[in-house]
């Protein structure tokens, strides 16, 4: 495990706002400078970068091929049962070693010049290595142990992968907290069935989505599905948890416990409301209580581009892989649980009507990034304004707030050093 | 030989008036193509293929399917556009009690309102047609995706 080198601030010339996080200099969405940065001091940082679920590599030599930012890399579990995460380049020539996206091996061979490599991504063996009739061939010093693949360092917490270039992060728990430990042990509490995945292609800078994602501010607005059926009206008794970092946060609300009369959403000046839609079948919406502290739909989202979902009974995680200064890919993952009645796995497909590309309350979430993209880009100088909620990064009562995106943007300036 | 050639025609027509209602915003007419309880879904063919149930789009029955449509018409935001299928081999699979299984390529190029214009969609059909006094309906349609990746928003049925 080498520490990468980390490029120095005269690689991007970035002046943040002096009022703070609660101004977003738009330049951070167009700059390709600031975006090579990012690559070295987020995602080959000082984070921890989520790769995947146990459950989806169960045996040794299963494995599954993934990006943490723009570097392509494999999840295996090795022959011992642990989890490993190599970047996905041969150590040789530096080809591309793994192309399929999930499979089963016993080990990793370049189809370039026959270079294999064990699973825990030990130089194994070297196609002529001896020559031909002592002619060519290796020098009879190569150091196999010096030519192995770039392994991260692992940590799984609760059934979850995550991997890490930095040798000098805190332990994975320590990192995200407890407040966010909890999260995962609520939602992974027991084993997980994977239902599905696919992906989502957005024309717009992958912090767009994330600001997107912690803003429980837009959520009942412009997702006009999920405030006319009552799925998530900010009316609800709901919260936001916030890092002290800043970097992760949830948002939670309740169902059962909404309030609506005396808000906004009654006063027909929102075009979020439409009393007179009435589903033709209602089985979309409708769920099982599943988790006994009420909650109904749950957003987390860790630094810098995981999310993981509870929407009533839908459950994914989400991974925002960017592609260049203005373009990203949402990756999504389905999930349920092992022990689920062939009823329950039916109702979390009906309801994954509401998630995804297609999703009922969630497709708008693919457009709205390119609407910013669209108008930044001649005005790199000026900024997005983050107010609601006060302009300060804190957990709050009311999700009529911005401060978890706020929040990320703290984060993200400690990390960038801007 | 005769009587497969008349079913894979007969479906041919359907799909054909299918996709018709789709390319010309017919959409409050989507679900009569299908049964009372008819299934309609999208899936990629990565999921298909391994067993995996999750789906981009999911109705069980005409009145999901309406709602669908309503949410389109009245919830949910995008900006215009508009597909046009190609379709083409349609062969029959098997006939089964009360019924046929046949597939069908198709490929959708979607039109933004701006004019750009990219291939949206390939893949397949697979179908289960059910005959309904004297007319074919879909018990099943399930749209195969070759690609597990959407651009922006799937809205619009395939």
């Known amino acids: 495990m080498q520490a990468m080198p980390q490029p120095t601030a005269t690689d991007f010339s970035l002046q943040w706002p002096a009022l703070g996080v609660c101004r977003v200099p738009y330049q951070v969405f167009t700059d390709t400078a600031l975006y090579n940065a990012e690559q070295a001091r987020i995602f080959r940082g000082e984070v921890w970068n989520w790769v995947g679920l146990e459950a989806e590599t169960p045996h040794p030599g299963d494995f599954k091929t993934q990006r943490i930012g723009d570097t392509p890399v494999i999840m295996v579990r090795d022959a011992q049962g642990a989890m490993q995460v190599f970047v996905n380049r041969c150590a040789h020539r530096g080809a591309l070693l793994c192309v399929e996206q999930r499979g089963h091996t016993k080990q990793f061979t370049c189809v370039y010049h026959n270079w294999s490599f064990d699973l825990q991504g030990r130089l194994r063996g070297v196609a002529f290595r001896h020559g031909i009739r002592n002619q060519g061939g290796l020098p009879s010093d190569f150091d196999f142990a010096a030519h192995g693949l770039q392994r991260l360092r692992v940590e799984v917490l609760h059934g979850l992968v995550f991997a890490t270039f930095s040798p000098h992060v805190a332990p994975l728990a320590t990192w995200l907290g407890p407040r966010m430990t909890a999260h995962f042990a609520r939602i992974f509490h027991r084993p997980v069935r994977i239902l599905g995945s696919y992906s989502q292609f957005m024309h717009n800078n992958w912090k767009l989505y994330m600001e997107n994602v912690k803003d429980t501010y837009h959520a009942s607005i412009l997702h006009l599905f999920l405030t006319t059926f009552g799925v998530n009206r900010l009316s609800m008794e709901g919260g936001l948890d916030i890092s002290p970092d800043g970097g992760h946060h949830v948002s939670w609300s309740k169902r059962a416990s909404e309030q609506l009369a005396g808000t906004e959403y009654t006063q027909k000046t929102m075009h979020a409301m439409q009393d007179d839609m009435q589903l033709a079948d209602p089985r979309i919406v409708q769920m099982w209580p599943e988790f006994e502290d009420g909650v109904t739909t749950a957003i987390q989202g860790i630094f810098p581009n995981l999310v993981v979902q509870q929407i009533q009974n839908s459950l994914a995680l989400r991974l925002m892989i960017p592609q260049g200064v203005d373009a990203c890919e949402l990756h999504w993952l389905l999930f349920g649980y092992e022990d689920d009645t062939p009823e329950q796995t039916d109702i979390r497909l009906l309801q994954s009507n509401l998630v995804g590309p297609a999703g009922l309350v969630s497709m708008e979430d693919g457009m709205i990034g390119n609407w910013i993209q669209r108008t930044i880009a001649q005005d790199a100088d000026q900024t997005a304004v983050l107010e609601m909620g006060g302009r300060e990064v804190t957990t709050q009562g009311s999700r009529v707030s911005e401060a978890s995106v706020r929040g990320f943007w703290q984060a993200y300036r400690t990390m960038m050093d801007v | ?158």
């Open chain 2, 1 to 158: 030989m005769a009587q497969e050639n008349d079913i894979v025609r007969r479906a041919e027509r359907l799909t054909a008036e299918y996709i018709g209602c789709i390319d010309d915003d017919a959409l409050e007419r989507w679900p009569q193509f299908f049964t009372e309880d008819g299934m309609y879904r999208i899936v990629s063919r990565e999921n298909y293929a391994r067993g995996m149930p999750a789906s981009f789009f999911y109705c069980q029955g005409q009145g999901m399917m309406h709602d669908r449509i309503l949410a389109l018409r009245r919830a949910n935001i995008y900006e215009p556009h508009v597909y046009r299928h190609m379709v083409s081999g349609t062969r029959l699979r098997h006939e089964e009690p009360g019924g046929w299984r046949l597939t069908t390529n198709f490929h959708v190029v979607r039109t933004m309102h701006t004019g750009e214009i990219v291939v949206f969609a390939t893949g397949c059909f697979e179908d289960m047609l059910v005959e309904r006094e004297g007319a074919l309906l879909f018990r099943e349609k399930t749209v195969i995706c070759d690609s597990s990746r959407i651009d922006t928003l799937l809205v619009i049925p395939l």
